[in-house]
């Protein structure tokens, strides 16, 4: 019972990472530059291929501070995705004049995450939790030291 279910594991394992190894493998070839896509100024473009694999969003009766530094990794990464996704693939179309309807301009809009400015805080705004926290946590230290002194 227990030896089989280790042994199908452990193969399921292997068969997965052998699979995704040949796949990344056949696709980075395939979009390498001279495999026949297009004409030659596409290779100037930068095909790649973009993997995303997040961290799975858990709730618990009580998150700790690891949960809070996996959440807000995968807010950054989502980020970081949506921009190199979605927001420069509609600047392009607003650099060209395709956004008659504001769709692209609302799209960019969109792929900012609230949770992240709330965070770190907005360009030109507010601190941010983190700020907050930064200052808070510097006057107690200061404080500490200065009653050390006395």
């Known amino acids: 019972g227990r030896e089989a279910a280790t042994l199908r594991a452990s193969v399921a ?53 690891e949960q809070f530094l996996i959440n807000y990794c995968n807010e950054r990464l989502q980020q970081l995705f949506n921009r190199q996704v979605f927001t420069l693939e509609a600047d392009e179309y607003l650099a060209e004049g395709l956004d008659h309807d504001g769709q692209w301009q609302r799209l960019t809009a969109a792929c900012r995450l609230p949770a992240l400015g709330l965070l770190e805080g907005e360009p030109g705004g507010g601190l941010g939790v983190f700020g907050v926290v930064n200052d808070r946590s510097r006057c107690g230290f200061e404080e500490s030291n200065d009653r050390g002194q006395e």
């Open 13 to 65: 394992q292997e068969l997965y990472a052998g699979l995704f190894a040949w796949l990344t493998r056949s696709v980075a070839q395939s979009i390498a530059p001279g495999a026949g896509w297009g004409a030659a100024g596409d290779a100037a473009k930068g095909r790649y291929l973009g993997l995303l694999d997040l961290y799975g969003f858990e709730v618990f009766a009580s998150n700790g501070f």
